[in-house]
């Protein structure tokens, strides 16, 4: 199959796509559309934008296994990592498929397409997971007598105490916390996948929320916002890149600079499993479709 890769393809005209162009766009949404969350969204599209780029410069115009071999060659050449490397071979392995799927190639050029390996990775990125005693510290670097040091501190206490990712962190509202048989409980979580869950809050996850929204006045909407310049509460939910400042600020505190809050979500798990928690329970509360990915990735030592 031939696909417009060749010149040309990311070229604007006063602001309005060529042919070319605007062809490529509804080929990579046959990929995109599919997907069910922004990030994905916005890694895949660029991992094959570079794909297309690249189709540019050397002139391709034939999208086969051949040319997918080559181009994970040059990305070898630019000595670029494995796992970034994988990626953008992800994504070119599934939009093959969805363009076969649309009947714009034959399945067995996709079926081709998708066998091209991608690198070995020496070992497992584990990330960090932080102790007992340096979860405490952490929580405890926020000055919680001052608007913002009250939001981070909570801010933290939710990462640690409950194990959201980022984005969920972002987009928990008011209305999520609940209280269900006595205890407190984040219901009706959307995460990964558009998967649904409940997750269960510690008492002390909740004392701190409610110091942040008292402080704040926030009764309805997203509990994490934004505060302008005066520190008062600007209305706006937290980024997902906010959010990582404060962890890696926070990390900084305590002798953990490189610390994310990917890191946090271990250190919810590792702790979860030292106090017997049941790897089952571990995996509903983390949102993880299997429990091998849990047992894989949050060992408990």
């Given at each position: 199959?031939?696909?417009?890769?060749?010149?040309?393809?990311?070229?604007?005209?006063?602001?309005?796509?060529?042919?070319?162009?605007?062809?490529?766009?509804?080929?990579?949404?046959?990929?995109?559309?599919?997907?069910?969350?922004?990030?994905?969204?916005?890694?895949?599209?660029?991992?094959?934008?570079?794909?297309?780029?690249?189709?540019?410069?050397?002139?391709?115009?034939?999208?086969?296994?051949?040319?997918?071999?080559?181009?994970?060659?040059?990305?070898?050449?630019?000595?670029?990592?494995?796992?970034?490397?994988?990626?953008?071979?992800?994504?070119?392995?599934?939009?093959?498929?969805?363009?076969?799927?649309?009947?714009?190639?034959?399945?067995?050029?996709?079926?081709?397409?998708?066998?091209?390996?991608?690198?070995?990775?020496?070992?497992?990125?584990?990330?960090?997971?932080?102790?007992?005693?340096?979860?405490?510290?952490?929580?405890?670097?926020?000055?919680?007598?001052?608007?913002?040091?009250?939001?981070?501190?909570?801010?933290?206490?939710?990462l640690i105490g409950c194990g959201l990712r980022c984005r969920e962190t972002a987009n928990l509202s008011v209305v999520h916390i609940q209280q269900?048989?006595?205890?407190?409980?984040?219901?009706?979580?959307?995460?990964?996948?558009?998967?649904?869950?409940?997750?269960?809050?510690?008492?002390?996850?909740?004392?701190?929320?409610?110091?942040?929204?008292?402080?704040?006045?926030?009764?309805?909407?997203?509990?994490?916002?934004?505060?302008?310049?005066?520190?008062?509460?600007?209305?706006?939910?937290?980024?997902?890149?906010?959010?990582?400042?404060?962890?890696?600020?926070?990390?900084?505190?305590?002798?953990?600079?490189?610390?994310?809050?990917?890191?946090?979500?271990?250190?919810?798990?590792?702790?979860?499993?030292?106090?017997?928690?049941?790897?089952?329970?571990?995996?509903?509360?983390?949102?993880?479709?299997?429990?091998?990915?849990?047992?894989?990735?949050?060992?408990?030592?």
């Amino acid at each position: 199959m031939f696909l417009p890769l060749g010149r040309g393809v990311v070229a604007m005209k006063e602001g309005i796509l060529t042919p070319r162009a605007a062809a490529l766009e509804r080929i990579k949404a046959l990929a995109l559309d599919t997907l069910p969350s922004p990030e994905s969204k916005r890694a895949y599209g660029q991992a094959l934008d570079d794909f297309f780029r690249w189709c540019e410069v050397e002139a391709v115009t034939e999208f086969s296994k051949a040319t997918v071999n080559a181009y994970r060659t040059a990305l070898e050449q630019r000595r670029l990592s494995s796992s970034t490397i994988n990626q953008r071979l992800s994504a070119i392995r599934k939009l093959a498929m969805e363009v076969a799927d649309n009947g714009f190639m034959a399945f067995d050029q996709a079926s081709a397409i998708s066998r091209v390996k991608g690198l070995r990775q020496a070992g497992v990125r584990t990330g960090h997971w932080l102790t007992r005693e340096q979860a405490e510290r952490l929580i405890s670097v926020a000055d919680a007598t001052t608007l913002k040091g009250a939001r981070d501190r909570a801010l933290l206490a939710v990462l640690i105490g409950c194990g959201l990712r980022c984005r969920e962190t972002a987009n928990l509202s008011v209305v999520h916390i609940q209280q269900r048989d006595g205890r407190w409980v984040i219901v009706d979580l959307i995460g990964k996948g558009r998967r649904v869950r409940s997750v269960p809050m510690p008492q002390w996850t909740r004392q701190a929320i409610d110091a942040w929204t008292g402080m704040a006045g926030i009764e309805s909407g997203f509990v994490f916002r934004q505060l302008d310049k005066s520190e008062r509460v600007a209305g706006d939910r937290l980024t997902a890149r906010r959010i990582f400042q404060i962890v890696r600020s926070a990390g900084g505190a305590i002798g953990v600079p490189s610390l994310a809050p990917h890191d946090l979500r271990r250190t919810f798990a590792r702790l979860a499993h030292r106090g017997k928690s049941a790897l089952e329970q571990i995996q509903l509360s983390l949102g993880h479709a299997s429990v091998m990915t849990t047992e894989h990735q949050y060992p408990s030592e």
